[in-house]
């Protein structure tokens, strides 16, 4: 079995720019629900950026993405738009992306929170490993411009009907603080907890 590489997206990724959101309105038209769609350059600007996540088979396959956005003058960051390849899907991709993600956020981003809105329970389990709570929506980015991204859903209706205090979609935050209690995230412990290994994902992250 071919190794699956997940690593910083770079300027040179941009040629899976137009995959990754074909594939990415294709899962959201699957599942019925919408995202904020983006457009080829859009990602390719987060790549650009080092701003997204990436996985490739070892042949240079497209697997899955990720990326990040800050909003409320980066006092909020989202990791948004996760995707996997159909055919890839159940080896823990999604997880590795997350993960990586997560820590790119926080490498980027130290004093921000994180946060998501999400109606998928695998993501809802993963955010629970990384210490996210599910929160209401007060408590998340007052951002118009993030909001705006929700327009392309069809739950959208629903949300501003409730003045953009809840939805379908659960709000979910992870706050730096919180580690002044819990400490810093082992991180060769819970690559181990994830079988990465077993499953052939290699996750390549540089902390400096």
């Keep these: 079995m071919e190794n699956i590489i997940v690593r910083i997206a770079n300027e040179d990724d941009g040629k899976y720019s137009q995959e990754i959101v074909d594939e990415m309105a294709s899962s959201a038209k699957a599942r019925g629900t919408g995202i904020a769609k983006r457009t080829p350059e859009y990602v390719s600007g987060k790549m650009k950026e080092g701003k997204a996540v990436i996985a490739l088979t070892e042949s240079g396959q497209w697997v899955g993405f990720c990326y990040i956005e800050c909003w409320g003058h980066e006092k909020f960051v989202a990791n948004s738009g996760l995707i996997v390849s159909p055919e890839f899907r159940g080896r823990g991709v999604a997880k590795a992306i997350k993960f990586t993600a997560f820590r790119l956020s926080r490498k980027k981003f130290p004093s921000a929170k994180i946060f998501g809105l999400t109606t998928g329970l695998q993501v809802m389990k993963i955010n629970h490993e990384l210490g996210y709570s599910p929160v209401p929506f007060s408590e998340l980015t007052d951002d118009d411009e993030f909001w705006k991204g929700c327009q392309s859903c069809v739950n959208f209706p629903t949300l501003t009907a409730k003045n953009?205090?809840?939805?379908?979609?659960?709000?979910?935050?992870?706050?730096?603080?919180?580690?002044?209690?819990?400490?810093?995230?082992?991180?060769?412990?819970?690559?181990?907890?994830?079988?990465?290994?077993?499953?052939?994902?290699?996750?390549q992250f540089d902390e400096n």
């Design 164 to 203: 953009r205090k809840n939805c379908l979609c659960t709000g979910m935050l992870y706050d730096p603080e919180w580690e002044q209690e819990t400490g810093p995230k082992d991180w060769n412990k819970l690559y181990e907890k994830a079988k990465f290994a077993e499953k052939n994902v290699v996750v």
